[in-house]
């Protein structure tokens, strides 16, 4: 186990470069499933999220093959068997996939009920709804999720409820289905379209990604392609909010600005200051932060996996600022932690109370899941004095390189060893 060691105090600046997007590449890779020849995926980000997916890929019999470190080529022919094990699923809620691949091409699939962030109770019934809508039968016993179909017949398939994780299941179950799918109230998050984009360009026949309406006509085959993932808009987000916190100038590279709007609205409402060129933003803030209300909601508005990283700029800011989390329950964990370095945050249920206050101190901190551990990371920039981040085996399931990153950006950030227990200070 290891742990982060971070002198804080330092503004952030320079420039960063983003990598491919987690939540595409973690939906592109089971997809590959449904090819019946080689695919190419490039921008792939090196996180353990992408390792676990295509570790449970190799071992089903894919052929995997690296072309560098952040390109694959995933070849799904000998793959002869639909059943993923809890010791596969556990680590990864995105191990939820490879229920819609499976059952897209075997028309059967046995998948233990995945693993990931503990943000409370994170229900499946909306990707069985449409997995039943599309002629599946469900059955979930001893911790698995059986499928079966004789064959799968497209349908219109309503969500109760926005869910990205449904949206996307069902569009890998009914892009082989006989006939037109149609899936309405949508999610839209960009790594959605991303999905469409790739399942398009082996040859599927999808539209309407992007609304809430989504249509799938169904095709017999899907072939090889080479395709990129799109930039990862939290991870831009993270570096976006770390550059305000620390009162610094980073020029944030490789990103679609449009994909940032929300997020670009609020770091304005704060006090930074935003240059948007084609494919980079220049984030930088030198005078005061100030209050500002944010609400989570699915795209395009302000995202869920941001709320930890602005409650946490938030918490240094003039005034009392209320952030409401609408996404999921249980996601205020880490305001523990914040308050430990002086931070004033009262929670009570979905909403937090945050006082702003002049600044936060150092003090020994914990990642209690993904995002949660940027806004630990964040804080720590931001703290006088030395702290030491815990758990960052969650940080590094979404973060490619972030200490080299960091580092180029002038902070003073080191991973070593969890049992080193003295802290040095001026690292870097």
């Known amino acids: 186990m290891e742990k982060f060691i971070i002198e804080g105090g330092i503004p952030l600046k320079g420039e960063v470069e983003i990598s491919g997007a987690k939540n595409a590449a973690i939906a592109l890779i089971p997809a590959a499933i449904l090819s019946d020849g080689v695919c190419r995926i490039e921008n792939i980000p090196n996180i353990s999220d992408v390792s676990t997916i295509v570790k449970i890929l190799y071992e089903l019999g894919a052929d995997i093959k690296y072309i560098n470190k952040s390109t694959i080529e995933i070849d799904p022919k000998n793959i002869r068997t639909h059943v993923v094990p809890y010791s596969m699923t556990k680590h990864t809620r995105a191990s939820s996939y490879f229920m819609g691949a499976m059952l897209g091409r075997f028309h059967k699939a046995n998948i233990a009920r995945p693993g990931g962030c503990d943000f409370g109770v994170r229900p499946i019934d909306q990707h069985?709804?449409?997995?039943?809508?599309?002629?599946?039968?469900?059955?979930?016993?001893?911790?698995?999720?059986?499928?079966?179909?004789?064959?799968?017949?497209?349908?219109?398939?309503?969500?109760?409820?926005?869910?990205?994780?449904?949206?996307?299941?069902?569009?890998?179950?009914?892009?082989?289905?006989?006939?037109?799918?149609?899936?309405?109230?949508?999610?839209?998050?960009?790594?959605?379209?991303?999905?469409?984009?790739?399942?398009?360009?082996?040859?599927?026949?999808?539209?309407?990604?992007?609304?809430?309406?989504?249509?799938?006509?169904?095709?017999?085959?899907?072939?090889?392609?080479?395709?990129?993932?799109?930039?990862?808009?939290?991870?831009?987000?993270?570096?976006?909010?770390?550059?305000?916190?620390?009162?610094?100038?980073?020029?944030?590279?490789?990103?679609?600005?449009?994909?940032?709007?929300?997020?670009?609205?609020k770091l304005e409402d704060v006090g930074a200051k935003i240059e948007e060129f084609d494919e980079a933003i220049r984030v930088c803030r030198s005078g005061p932060l100030h209050k500002c209300n944010i609400k989570t909601q699915p795209h395009p508005g302000f995202p869920t996996d941001m709320q930890p990283q602005m409650t946490t700029l938030l918490s240094m800011a003039d005034g009392t600022s209320v952030v409401t989390e609408a996404v999921w329950d249980n996601r205020f964990r880490y305001v523990e932690q914040l308050c430990r370095m002086g931070a004033k945050i009262s929670v009570d249920g979905k909403v937090a109370v945050v006082e702003g206050v002049p600044k936060l101190s150092c003090a020994p901190l914990k990642a209690v899941d993904l995002r949660a551990g940027a806004a630990m990371v964040i804080a720590a920039l931001c703290a006088d004095g030395v702290s030491e981040i815990e758990n960052i085996q969650y940080i590094d399931r979404g973060y490619e390189n972030i200490v080299e990153k960091l580092t180029a950006l002038g902070a003073k950030i080191k991973r070593v060893p969890a049992t080193l227990t003295k802290i040095q200070p001026n690292v870097g």
Not at 143 to 153: K, S
């Open 128 to 265: 069985i709804k449409g997995f039943e809508a599309l002629g599946a039968h469900v059955d979930i016993s001893g911790g698995m999720v059986i499928l079966t179909a004789d064959q799968l017949i497209g349908t219109s398939v309503y969500m109760d409820t926005v869910s990205v994780g449904a949206t996307i299941n069902v569009m890998l179950a009914a892009v082989k289905a006989k006939g037109l799918t149609v899936i309405e109230n949508a999610a839209k998050e960009p790594h959605i379209v991303d999905l469409a984009n790739f399942l398009n360009s082996m040859g599927a026949d999808i539209r309407g990604t992007g609304t809430d309406v989504i249509k799938i006509y169904g095709v017999d085959h899907l072939g090889s392609t080479t395709y990129s993932i799109i930039p990862d808009q939290i991870e831009a987000g993270t570096y976006m909010v770390a550059a305000v916190a620390t009162g610094g100038d980073v020029l944030v590279k490789n990103i679609i600005p449009k994909h940032l709007e929300s997020i670009t609205a």
